[in-house]
């Protein structure tokens, strides 16, 4: 430690046992490592960048987003800014500044990922040799480098990437806490967490407690003093945490849009409700990146000199081999163009199901979207649609507003069924995409609106007249 700040094995000269020489060779080495891992990293989430198929959802919502700085900070679900994204909008805002730099198009939504991929990698190599040695915080980087999970999640546009960034980031910074016991590690840390909350809510708070027990248990210092450190943390945690749903809590209804994934309006209840509590026991459709490449780098500390070197040399092997089929794994992901709704080896049916459901289905929309505008008849909405799901494919590949009707799920109470005849009279939309349904307001549509000829699969076409609405 030098004047109160903690040293970082290779990366500023101090030992680590890479080998023999002078300390400023064994620096070199280990840079050049650590940034072999790291471009070998951004290799393979980039491979073929734009060419992996899009999460309809999540790219329509960065794409209303950067139209507008009222849509950005509200995380905006549609071009109109009627309702929210079902979740935060954390990870989502980078994706919308790209896209508002650069222009919409999927290597641009997928380059933050990228990214936040090869940072995680030097990051988590900075976490690991503060505590364990080079040599530990090299095998953690390579691993993860080799790990698929890290590859199939950050070739594609969710959360997940950012939120791992921060979290490795809030790791680091613990662990300079621990060695240091100084109280700006501390709050560091709590300051990642709370913006890693932004990313994915619930699921970023995990890692408190293990954090919280590494630093009470082995930071310096009396163990008052370490407990009043951990509740000065606590409290910043929950401040940027809860920062932005307060805001959003705090802004008039009209103001705004509605807050999808709740009943009554709510970002508390989005949050702790639909994607906290009321998933609990769910499985989710992502495989959760659970610490590869830690755990491992921790047990493993770095070589002895003299006779423990043919020791080394076997583990060395040893984990090459363990390597072996999960580098195969993310290079069969790089490959085939896979990204973080593909998992390896899967079998050739379910591949096949995932392209339909990501390129095929929107180039068949695609295909329709002419025909709507021709429908259209000066209407300023290109359409209204049962569920925001559905009216993702059309507001990713046009822009133009699709009024989801419902949210995410359908359950939203927005817009009402008052508000969705007032559009109609205002010929706010003519055009109707809807399957049958209980909700209210789609059977005041299919009783009301005009039924055309053709359909979409299960979905039926309507069309509205402001006649319609009375």
């Not at 800014?81 to 641009?108: C, E, I, N, S, Y």
């Not at 501390?186 to 994915?200: I, M, R, T």
Request: aromatic share 8%.
């Amino acid at each position: 430690m030098t004047d109160g700040v903690a040293t970082v094995p290779g990366l500023d000269g101090a030992g680590g046992g890479l080998g023999a020489g002078g300390p400023g060779r064994r620096v070199w080495l280990v840079r050049g490592a650590v940034l072999l891992a790291a471009a070998l990293a951004a290799l393979s989430y980039a491979w073929a960048l734009g060419t992996d198929p899009l999460e309809p959802y999540y790219a329509a919502a960065v794409r209303s987003m950067s139209l507008s700085w009222h849509n950005f900070a509200y995380g905006a679900f549609d071009p109109a800014g009627t309702v929210t994204l079902d979740k935060l909008p954390g990870a989502f805002w980078v994706q919308a500044l790209a896209v508002r730099t650069f222009g919409f198009h999927p290597w641009v939504i997928f380059a933050p990922q990228a990214i936040e991929g090869a940072l995680t990698v030097v990051v988590l190599y900075r976490a690991v040799s503060r505590l364990a040695g080079v040599t530990a915080g090299l095998i953690a980087a390579f691993v993860v480098v080799a790990s698929p999970a890290a590859v199939a999640l950050n070739r594609g546009n969710i959360s997940d990437s950012l939120m791992i960034l921060l979290l490795v980031l809030a790791a680091d910074a613990v662990s300079w806490a621990v060695v240091s016991g100084r109280l700006r590690g501390l709050v560091l840390a709590a300051v990642w967490v709370g913006l890693a909350f932004q990313a994915k809510m619930i699921e970023a708070w995990l890692v408190l407690p293990a954090m919280g027990l590494a630093y009470v248990v082995s930071a310096p210092g009396p163990l008052g003093r370490r407990v009043r450190h951990l509740a000065v943390a606590g409290a910043v945690t929950g401040a940027v945490s809860l920062a932005w749903l307060t805001a959003v809590s705090l802004a008039p209804s009209p103001g705004r849009p509605y807050v999808d994934g709740s009943r009554h309006d709510s970002a508390y209840e989005q949050v702790f409700g639909y994607n906290g509590f009321g998933r609990f026991g769910d499985q989710t459709p992502l495989q959760q990146l659970a610490g590869q490449g830690i755990g491992l780098g921790a047990v493993a500390g770095s070589a002895p000199a003299g006779p423990g070197r043919p020791l080394a040399a076997a583990l060395g092997a040893g984990l090459v081999a363990v390597l072996l089929v999960p580098a195969v794994a993310s290079a069969g992901l790089v490959l085939r163009h896979e990204g973080a709704f593909d998992t390896p080896f899967e079998p050739a049916v379910k591949r096949a199901a995932i392209r339909a459901l990501f390129i095929q289905t929107p180039a068949q929309v695609r295909l329709t979207i002419p025909q709507l505008e021709a429908g259209r008849n000066g209407a300023r909405d290109l359409l209204a649609t049962q569920t925001a799901a559905l009216a993702s494919v059309f507001i990713e590949d046009s822009g133009e507003e699709a009024l989801p009707i419902g949210g995410f799920d359908g359950a939203a109470p927005s817009p009402t069924l008052g508000q969705l005849k007032a559009d109609i009279r205002a010929s706010q939309f003519h055009l109707v995409l809807a399957g049958p349904s209980r909700d209210p307001r789609l059977q005041w549509i299919a009783a009301h609106c005009r039924k055309l000829p053709f359909s979409a699969g299960a979905l039926d076409n309507y069309y509205c007249t402001p006649g319609d609405a009375g």
